[in-house]
């Protein structure tokens, strides 16, 4: 079941999956394989450093979980390893609910930042932290 207010179809969603890449001034190549078939490309965040790839099966799966789940569209994943709490993968999504898509459009162009769901190997469910954008791909921040 859903915590979101089903507003939008799954096509709406993609559009505003692209429209929110596009601020996010994701690789060009990662955007048009989302727009294509939807593939969902994956950020490996190494230090400061940022490699861009392709999602492999695990990350699949998790992005196929999470939007059965949570009933979202996931456009990107980044992954990264931290100190504290292991591998982490932060999963960017459009929610069905149209209605707050604004607000966050405007939060995007203001700051720069998006939030992402977290899920990290050694706790369990989800939480929130701030990504940015860099050369293409994302970053954590915190």
């Known amino acids: ?28 190549r990662t955007i048009r394989d989302f ?13 400061d450093q940022v490699f861009l790839h392709s999602s492999d099966d695990e990350i699949c799966e998790r992005v196929k979980r999470f939007e059965q789940e949570y009933e979202c569209l996931v456009y990107h994943v980044l992954w990264a390893d931290s100190p504290m709490v292991g591998e982490c993968w932060s999963l960017l999504f459009v929610s069905p609910a149209s209605s707050d898509w604004k607000g966050e459009q405007k939060y995007i162009n203001s700051s720069g930042l998006i939030y992402a769901y977290v899920e990290s190997e050694m706790e369990d469910g989800v939480s929130e932290i701030m990504v940015q954008p860099q050369d293409g791909g994302l970053i954590r921040l915190g």
Not at 11 to 21: F, L, T
Not at 35 to 47: A, M, T
């Open 1 to 28: 079941m859903s915590i979101y207010k089903k507003e939008a179809s799954l096509e709406e969603m993609k559009r505003e999956a692209i429209r929110r890449m596009e601020l996010l001034k994701l690789d060009a």
């Open 35 to 47: 727009e294509r078939d939807g593939s969902v490309s994956l950020s490996q965040q190494i230090g």
